[in-house]
């Protein structure tokens, strides 16, 4: 992908910036970020380890049709994946590597969306006892989908919000209107309900994080026992609820995804990918 970046910025066959408040420049724009993303691909499918395991076919178009046809709408990327997938560590990635780039960015977790259920904790003495009773707290119907739907729009077009904080401590609290979100032109959005029924469709690029099995499990054990101080026994049970929430909830999402990528990508590949994207469209004579 250097080898790219590099042919890139040294060419001397280069177009002249489009004027982007023009319907024709945004046109244009689109055409060449459509024969850009197509070098990507190719490129990507020689590799040894791809990232790209799927890719919708019509995404580039319809993408660069929404530029055309609405430029001043805020770009919004969802990206989901069953738990411990890497769709955390891939979103972090994507923001430090945004800002490094000095473009503006957002980062939003769904997980801040979860119900409050502090008063079914309390009843049940922990959330333990209420997961075994079984409480399905992955579910949409835990999650506050109406108001994730409204900030998305409402970020989407250019406000900021305040969005709640979900406070993963075991207590189930959630602290309403809590988090200053701020809406800039690129907005990341992470978590299992991005794609969900009723909030999938408002974002522009939709990411499905995709990782074996028991890869996933070393990775949920290994946090639960050395970073959530869980014992071995309760880290299995909840790890066997997470499975089974995750082919429900999680795993019909993936058909909805713009792009499924390998959650064990190396990262330094995935940060030319997108070092390459910023180049394309910012180097103009």
């Given at each position: 992908?250097?080898?790219?970046?590099?042919?890139?910025?040294?060419?001397?066959?280069?177009?002249?910036?489009?004027?982007?408040?023009?319907?024709?420049?945004?046109?244009?724009?689109?055409?060449?970020?459509?024969?850009?993303?197509?070098?990507?691909?190719?490129?990507?499918?020689?590799?040894?380890?791809?990232?790209?395991?799927?890719?919708?076919?019509?995404?580039?178009?319809?993408?660069?049709?929404?530029?055309?046809?609405?430029?001043?709408?805020?770009?919004?990327?969802?990206?989901?994946?069953?738990?411990?997938?890497?769709?955390?560590?891939?979103?972090?990635?994507?923001?430090?590597?945004?800002?490094?780039l000095s473009?503006?960015?957002?980062?939003?977790?769904?997980?801040?969306?979860?119900?409050?259920?502090?008063?079914?904790?309390?009843?049940?003495?922990?959330?333990?006892?209420?997961?075994?009773?079984?409480?399905?707290?992955?579910?949409?119907?835990?999650?506050?989908?109406?108001?994730?739907?409204?900030?998305?729009?409402?970020?989407?077009?250019?406000?900021?919000?305040?969005?709640?904080r979900y406070?993963?401590?075991?207590?189930?609290?959630?602290?309403?209107?809590?988090?200053?979100?701020?809406?800039?032109?690129?907005?990341?959005?992470?978590?299992?309900?991005?794609?969900?029924?009723?909030?999938?469709?408002?974002?522009?690029?939709?990411?499905?994080?995709?990782?074996?099995?028991?890869?996933?499990?070393?990775?949920?054990?290994?946090?639960?026992?050395?970073?959530?101080?869980?014992?071995?026994?309760?880290?299995?049970?909840?790890?066997?609820?997470?499975?089974?929430?995750?082919?429900?909830?999680?795993?019909?999402?993936?058909s909805s995804?713009?792009?499924?990528?390998?959650?064990?990508?190396?990262?330094?590949?995935?940060?030319?990918?997108?070092?390459?994207?910023?180049?394309?469209?910012?180097?103009?004579?």
């Open positions: 992908m250097q080898l790219l970046i590099d042919k890139e910025l040294n060419s001397n066959d280069k177009i002249l910036k489009p004027d982007f408040n023009s319907r024709t420049g945004r046109e244009l724009l689109a055409f060449y970020l459509q024969t850009k993303f197509k070098q990507i691909v190719s490129y990507d499918k020689r590799c040894d380890a791809p990232i790209f395991k799927e890719i919708n076919p019509s995404f580039i178009q319809k993408f660069t049709r929404r530029l055309i046809t609405n430029p001043h709408k805020r770009i919004l990327i969802g990206i989901t994946g069953e738990s411990a997938s890497g769709k955390s560590t891939i979103c972090r990635e994507l923001k430090n590597l945004i800002e490094q473009m503006p960015v957002s980062v939003l977790s769904t997980d801040n969306y979860f119900n409050d259920i502090s008063e079914l904790i309390k009843k049940y003495g922990d959330f333990d006892n209420l997961r075994d009773n079984g409480y399905d707290i992955d579910s949409p119907a835990n999650f506050q989908l109406s108001l994730l739907k409204q900030d998305l729009i409402n970020l989407s077009e250019g406000n900021n919000i305040k969005a709640p406070i993963p401590n075991g207590t189930g609290v959630s602290v309403p209107q809590s988090l200053d979100i701020q809406s800039d032109k690129l907005i990341v959005v992470e978590g299992i309900a991005t794609m969900y029924e009723d909030v999938k469709d408002i974002f522009d690029v939709k990411i499905y994080i995709e990782t074996d099995l028991d890869t996933r499990r070393r990775r949920f054990m290994k946090r639960a026992i050395e970073e959530r101080n869980q014992n071995e026994i309760n880290a299995q049970k909840q790890w066997d609820y997470i499975v089974d929430a995750g082919v429900k909830y999680v795993q019909p999402g993936r995804a713009d792009f499924v990528l390998d959650g064990n990508v190396n990262l330094k590949y995935f940060d030319k990918i997108l070092e390459y994207i910023h180049t394309i469209t910012n180097n103009f004579q």
